[in-house]
């Protein structure tokens, strides 16, 4: 039985997995995402182990964020993890000696989503992921909206509170600075956003972070559905495992925003945080020879 290699790198952990055939995992592992270019080192040193305990893979498929050129399989540039023009397909491909496909994590996690997830009846819809920062990948007419050397759907560097904090970016006010999970903890000065959600019911302040985000959220994706319309929003990243304590209060928010276009359905990404490694897998398939 064939197997692949699934990377998913994001701006705070990379996910990797060896899958089968049927996409049952064989055997996964994660660590921490460096800055610049020693994620390209990190990738190689993970996807190494996982072949080396769990055997030959046919191809690998590799999700990078930010700025991604999937022909030349290049990370163009991630203001979150701080590389510029860093090779992934060539090095890795010498590493690991199989074909690796090199993606944007938010575009194929959306067709993650679109294959076997929340949006399977929708054409036009936006998957939103909602981690380290805020990225959407955007399908319209069941094409998913794409060009090299750019990445439509960079929602969490659109200025939402001008004059607000400065983004990695170098803007300040970006809809990441607010309402990603690091924003989120951050703000309440705790690890991780799970943790203000847990906090949120006993206190008034968690719940005032909390309020922001959504609101901020719910402020990008109305200019989202000014400008696409989607039919489905797909809440997805580490922040959609706070349940319906995210999209219910971002659906109603969102609600109240839009006058002109049909009110979009927010709904939880099936495949969560796991969207970037079942994308990362898909790609991996189109790799094989």
Same mark, same amino acid.
């Given at each position: 039985?064939? @197997?692949?290699?699934?990377?998913?790198?994001? /701006?705070?952990?990379?996910?990797?997995?060896?899958?089968?055939?049927?996409?049952?995992?064989?055997?996964? &592992? #994660?660590?921490?995402?460096? @800055?610049?270019?020693?994620?390209?080192?990190?990738?190689?040193?993970?996807?190494?182990? %996982?072949?080396?305990?769990?055997?030959?893979?046919?191809?690998?498929?590799?999700?990078?964020?930010?700025?991604?050129?999937?022909?030349?399989?290049?990370?163009?540039?991630?203001?979150? =993890? !701080?590389?510029?023009?860093?090779?992934?397909? +060539?090095?890795? *491909?010498?590493?690991?000696?199989?074909?690796?496909?090199?993606?944007?994590?938010?575009?194929?996690?959306?067709?993650?989503?679109?294959?076997?997830?929340? &949006?399977? *009846? &929708?054409?036009?819809?936006?998957?939103?992921?909602?981690?380290? +920062?805020?990225?959407?990948?955007?399908?319209?007419?069941?094409?998913? %909206?794409? @060009?090299?050397?750019?990445?439509?759907?960079?929602?969490?560097?659109?200025?939402?509170?001008?004059? !607000?904090?400065?983004?990695?970016?170098?803007?300040?006010?970006?809809? *990441?600075?607010?309402?990603?999970? @690091?924003?989120?903890?951050?703000?309440?000065?705790?690890?991780?956003? +799970?943790?203000?959600?847990?906090?949120?019911?006993?206190?008034?302040?968690?719940?005032?972070?909390?309020?922001?985000?959504?609101?901020? %959220?719910?402020?990008?994706?109305?200019?989202?559905?000014? %400008? =696409?319309?989607?039919?489905?929003?797909?809440?997805?990243?580490?922040?959609?495992?706070?349940?319906?304590?995210?999209?219910?209060? =971002?659906?109603?928010?969102?609600? /109240?925003?839009?006058?002109?276009?049909?009110?979009?359905?927010?709904?939880?990404?099936?495949?969560?945080?796991? #969207?970037?490694?079942?994308?990362?897998?898909?790609?991996?398939?189109?790799?094989?020879?």
């Amino acid at each position: 039985m064939s @197997r692949i290699l699934a990377v998913d790198v994001g /701006g705070t952990t990379i996910k990797a997995a060896v899958m089968d055939a049927d996409g049952t995992r064989v055997m996964s &592992a #994660a660590v921490p995402t460096p @800055r610049g270019d020693a994620a390209l080192d990190a990738v190689a040193t993970l996807g190494s182990r %996982l072949i080396a305990a769990c055997g030959p893979v046919t191809a690998a498929g590799v999700l990078v964020p930010g700025i991604v050129d999937p022909d030349r399989r290049m990370g163009v540039y991630s203001a979150n =993890v !701080g590389w510029s023009d860093l090779d992934f397909g +060539g090095p890795l *491909e010498d590493t690991w000696q199989v074909p690796v496909g090199v993606g944007h994590d938010v575009t194929w996690g959306g067709l993650a989503e679109a294959a076997t997830g929340a &949006a399977r *009846e &929708a054409s036009d819809f936006a998957f939103v992921a909602l981690g380290t +920062g805020i990225s959407a990948a955007i399908m319209s007419g069941g094409r998913m %909206l794409s @060009r090299p050397g750019a990445q439509p759907g960079e929602l969490g560097h659109v200025v939402i509170r001008p004059g !607000g904090q400065e983004c990695s970016c170098g803007a300040r006010g970006c809809l *990441e600075t607010i309402a990603s999970a @690091r924003a989120i903890a951050s703000a309440y000065g705790v690890a991780s956003a +799970g943790e203000v959600f847990a906090a949120a019911a006993g206190d008034a302040r968690a719940r005032g972070v909390i309020e922001a985000a959504t609101d901020a %959220l719910a402020d990008g994706l109305a200019l989202l559905v000014a %400008l =696409v319309a989607p039919e489905k929003v797909v809440l997805g990243g580490g922040l959609s495992l706070a349940g319906a304590a995210l999209a219910d209060p =971002v659906a109603r928010a969102l609600a /109240g925003r839009v006058r002109v276009q049909p009110v979009p359905d927010v709904v939880l990404a099936a495949h969560r945080d796991q #969207a970037g490694l079942a994308g990362a897998a898909l790609l991996a398939r189109t790799r094989q020879p």
